[in-house]
Every structure is written in C-alpha cells, then in structure tokens.
T-cell receptor, first 114, second 115 residues
Framework: DVKVTQSSRYLVKRTGEKVFLECVQDMDHENMFWYRQDPGLGLRLIYF???????EKGDIPEGYSVSREKKERFSLILESASTNQTSMYLC?????????????FGPGTRLLVL | DQQVKQNSPSLSVQEGRISILNCDYTNSMFDYFLWYKKYPAEGPTFLISISSIKDKNEDGRFTVFLNKSAKHLSLHIVPSQPGDSAVYFC??????????????FGQGTILTVHP
C-alpha cells in the first residue's frame, strides 16, 4: 500500500510566521504535489515536483515555495503566513508507471493562521 | 476558469437507492478521469477511473460513465450505503506532453446517504 505521511495534522500559526509543511512518501514515486482544499473550491494545485530538485508552479503558487531535496520528501513553505492561507493542505504522490495519473494523498494538515 | 465542474454541491439519497454524481469538463485535451472520495479530516482516496477510450468502467457498487461528446461523466453508486456519505471529487488529466500526471479537480459534491 502507498503511504503518504504529513508532519502535522493540525497547526496554529501567527500572521507573518514562516511555516513548514513536510510530506513523505514511501513508494518511490517520481511526482509529488501540494494542494489546498477550501469549501466550494475543491482541490487547488499549489506546486508540484516531477523529480528531485525540480519544481513547477501550480494554479495558486503565490505566497508559497517548495523544496524537494530527496525523492521521498516534498516540503511546502509559507514564507510569511497570512490569514487567507488558513486551509486544509494536502500532499499527494504518483508514479510515472502506466498512465501515471492516479495520485495518492496524505491525511492532510489543517492550518489555522491567526 | 473552472475546467472541471461539479454543479451539485450536495446530494441526499436513501440507503439502498442509487446515487448519481455528475461532472462536466471543458478541456478537450483531458483523456483520463478519476473519482476520489474524501471523509472529513482525511485525505482523498482513489475510487475509480476511466480512460477516454472507454465509455464505462465498473468496480463493485461503483460505475463511472463517460460521454465524450457531451464532455460529461457520472459516478453511479448502487446500492448506496450510509458509509458512502462523504465528499466526492471528480478529477481529469491530459496524459500527453509535460503534464507529469497533473490532475484538475472539481469543487466536490457532498453525498449524504440516510439509513
């Protein structure tokens, strides 16, 4: 079974703080993704990575950055947290094998920025 | 520009009856479609998928239908069970070029199955 883990289930941060969200997958997947989920808006892609040290902007990258130093680990960084970044953050991974599109998700991190 | 749309925010169904969740897309380059199920405070889990070369795919109680000409797909759950109560997301992908397996998700539909 694919396992995607996220470092925290719940986080409370102050406006202006730098926030790190960590994601680790154990299936040697090439691709990793960061989404945020907000009611009525579905899942929106923030950033993704198709290889170590490679990153691509998704649909809503503003205010975020990412880091992928190892194949199994993908970090999302909120440079200066703002209240509009309060959300559920979901990490996912997928393999290039076959169609290579089925993504496997972690449990999510619910972030509250005060 | 919402390329994948789930126009029904919620659906309520009686246990044992059929649940039909709908999804429309606008991008004709999409050629692979997936449904995910999400419980509160958990990540989405993959449910079923369909390639554009098919018009139907079935897995147990779940069937996905694809109508390419209408750019429409639907998920049928028969019979519905209370444990099916969750948010259902439709997702689409264009597998060619440099998509790297990117998915575009709809807004989600909250399904409630009443005992």
């Amino acid at each position: 079974d694919v396992k995607v883990t996220q470092s925290s289930r719940y986080l409370v941060k102050r406006t202006g703080e730098k926030v790190f969200l960590e994601c680790v997958q154990d299936m040697d997947h090439e691709n990793m993704f960061w989404y945020r989920q907000d009611p009525g808006l579905g899942l929106r892609l923030i950033y993704f990575s198709y290889d170590v040290k490679m990153k691509e902007k998704g649909d809503i990258p503003e205010g975020y950055s990412v880091s992928r130093e190892k194949k199994e680990r993908f970090s999302l960084i909120l440079e200066s947290a703002s209240t509009n970044q309060t959300s559920m953050y979901l990490c996912a991974s997928s393999s290039n094998a076959g169609f290579g599109v089925t993504q496997y998700f972690g449990p999510g991190t619910r972030l509250l920025v005060l | 520009d919402q390329q994948v749309k789930q126009n029904s925010p919620s659906l309520s169904v009686q246990e044992g009856r059929i649940s039909i969740l709908n999804c429309d897309y606008t991008n004709s380059m999409f050629d692979y479609f997936l449904w995910y199920k999400k419980y509160p405070a958990e990540g989405p889990t993959f449910l079923i998928s369909i390639s554009s070369i098919k018009d139907k795919n079935e897995d147990g109680r779940f069937t996905v239908f694809l109508n390419k000409s209408a750019k429409h797909l639907s998920l049928h759950i028969v019979p519905s069970q209370p444990g099916d109560s969750a948010v259902y997301f439709c997702a689409a992908s264009g597998t060619g070029g440099t998509s790297y397996g990117k998915l575009t998700f709809g807004q989600g539909t909250i399904l409630t199955v009443h005992p």
